[in-house]
């Protein structure tokens, strides 16, 4: 309809689950200039893997308030999930073994755009 539509980023570092209490935090901040409370909130990830990167993501969006309802959308959903989450929107299904990693690049950020798969080191 033509309206703006509020944007913003945020790191889930503080909000991981898979780090110990020595482990070395770089937080990169957030950068949400508007309230969540009664929104429609969509999360983005590039690469959805076992869930627990949305999973600190959802508690990051609970800290700012009480949204009306939260979607999820990836770009590439390798599988291999831990967590009961499922994304309500998918790009692209790309089925992978454990020893693969999966990288995408975006023109904005990365000046090319490109999946790539490759295997772990």
């Known amino acids: 309809d033509g309206a703006p539509v509020p944007m913003g980023e945020f790191d889930i570092a503080l909000y991981r689950d898979d780090l110990g209490e020595n482990a070395d935090i770089a937080f990169l901040g957030s950068e949400i200039g508007f309230g969540v409370d009664g929104k429609d909130v969509l999360i983005c990830d590039d ?29 590439i959903d390798r599988g291999h999930r831990e967590l009961p989450i499922r994304a309500d929107y998918v790009g692209k299904n790309v089925p992978t073994s454990h020893l693969e990693m999966i990288a995408v690049s975006v023109r904005e950020i990365d000046g090319k755009e490109i999946v790539e798969l490759f295997a772990q080191k």
Request: hydrophobic share 50%; net charge positive; aromatic share 10%.
């Open 47 to 75: 690469v959805f893997y076992t869930g627990r990167t949305v999973r600190a993501a959802l508690s990051e969006v609970m800290q700012l308030g009480r949204p009306r309802a939260i979607q999820f959308l990836v770009l």
